[in-house]
């Protein structure tokens, strides 16, 4: 019988994002960067008020960033895909 000793080895990586939010009238755009230190992933989104909307700057900047940050996650899962896809193509020893 055999048993597993445990001999994975812990990794801790810190990932930054930045959101710049920038409000012109009724329009909230927003510029998201992910630096995961191998790569950064850049993003561009924006919202723009309904004239039948009340006027709060929050709201904008939240369907802004959502926009942006769901953006960032679907680059992150085609990034995933396409390196995961050039590792099976590798010879392995």
């Not at 080895?9 to 998201?32: C, I, N, P």
């Not at 390196?83 to 099976?88: G, L, N």
């Amino acid at each position: 019988m055999t048993s597993d000793t445990g001999t994975e080895q812990t990794r801790t990586k810190h990932w930054t994002l930045r959101l710049d939010l920038f409000e012109e009238g009724d329009l909230t755009s927003v510029h998201a960067v992910l630096d995961t230190g191998d790569r950064a992933l850049e993003s561009r989104a924006s919202a723009q008020r309904s004239p039948t909307d009340r006027p709060v700057a929050e709201i904008g900047d939240e369907f802004a960033a959502g926009r942006a940050l769901v953006d960032l996650g679907h680059q992150l899962l085609r990034a995933g895909t396409v390196d995961s896809s050039a590792e099976e193509s590798l010879p392995h020893s």
